[in-house]
Each structure stands twice: as structure tokens, then as C-alpha cells.
């Protein structure tokens, strides 16, 4: 089986596939400074209750925007998997697919691995929207090819945000409001956050749309999208499984069994 781990800013996701489907996923705040062991403490509990255990784990698939916790990672992979990780951006890791940046270098590993991803299911020129610490569009040309994109900040820094620069206005959960005018502070706050970053969302993907000249199909990802459920008028597609799949897609491309 297949241990896959994606490590965000703010969340880890561990996914076990057992080559034809996904059959647990678990997700953690992230700490760079987390140990192997650790890792391995709190993974065997949740595993042993779907009923699974290290030594079902025969390779692994690691992508991560955080340096500071591929080290500790790695180890888990190597001290309870017994074997070598599949680093997404190491030399010799194959992802076949084609970087049309002015620098190359500068696309992030989390988000080629979602343009693999989304290749996998879906054809045509593709807008790829990832919300999570940042929100990022990137665009997939029809042949495949990673073309660009636009990184934001996150909804959550949006209302960290406001609260800490604003002495007077309070730490508020993320919703969905009822009105867009609000009639008290925490409605107004809440209404401000969320119907802003909705023509946020919009407002870009039409830009990018416009700009690119052809029509586009436009899929949402990461740990927030189910907030935007029915309030965009621009995402077509929510696809929660997009970075695991590209992380898939990744092991297959690097020797992984079909």
C-alpha cells in the first residue's frame, strides 16, 4: 500500500491507497518540528482504528512547501514504512509536465502536484483554485502544461488579519452569512471576509479567463473550498481529493504499480 503525505503551512494530509482506491485519509495541523516518532504515534492510532498498520505500507509519496519538516517526514517513511520516500521536486522525480515560468524553480511543489491531479480528471485549459493558508489560481494549458497563476492571501489570514490589526473587533469563526449587510459586528466582520473573498474568486477567474482567451474549466480545492459551496459564480467543480490524486499520479510516474 501507498502512504501519500501533503504538508501545507497549516494542514498535513496523510491518504493510504491500496491501489485502486483511497481507503483512509487523515489530516493534522502542521508543526515543522514534529519528529518522526511523533508522527508515527499519532498515524498508528488513527490507522489501527481503520484497521491498518505500518507494515502494510510498502512506499510513499512526500510533496511539501515546508523545508523545516521534510527532514522528520522522511524518517517516518524510512524508520516505520521501511522505505524510500518519492520527494515531489527532488532531482530524478519525474513529473512530466511542462513549467512555462520566466524562472521555472519558482513553481511550488503543491501546486504542480495539483496540476497533476487535475489532469487526471478533467481535459481542456484548466483553472486550478487551492484555498488554503494562500489561495492560489493556477492555470493548465490544454496540452497539460503549468502556465501560471495568481497566489492570495488565505481567507483565514484575511480575518487573523483584521482582527490584530483592529484593536476594537473580535476573533470570529469564518461563515457563510445570512446578509450581506450586516447589523452587528461579528455579522458585519463575518460578511465583509467571506462576500469579499467570493469576488475575490470571481473577480480573478474572470480576469484570468479574459486574458487567457479560451474557455476554461474552473475546479476549487483545499481545506476551505466547502465554504464556498454554491456562493461562487465561477467554480464549476469541488474536487477535495485533487492534491491526493496528483500525489498519486506522482508514485506512478516515479515506478509506482498502475
Known sequence: ???AIDCGNTNILFGIHDGVDWRAQWRAGTESTRTADEHAVWLSQLMSLQGFKFSDINACVISTVVPQALFNLRNL????CECEPVIVGEPGVRLDIEVRLDRPQDAGADRLVNALGARARYSGALIVIDSGTATTFDVIAADGAFEGGIIAPGINLSMQALHGAAAKLPRVAIAKPERVMGKDTVS???SGVFWGY???IDGLVERLKAEYGQPMTVIATGGVVSLFD???RTIEHYDPDLTIRGLLEVWKLNGGAN
Open 1 to 3: 500500500m501507498l502512504l
Open 77 to 80: 517513511a524510512r524508520r516505520y
Open 188 to 190: 458585519a466582520m463575518q
Open 230 to 232: 454554491g456562493a461562487s
Open 198 to 200: 467570493i469576488d475575490l
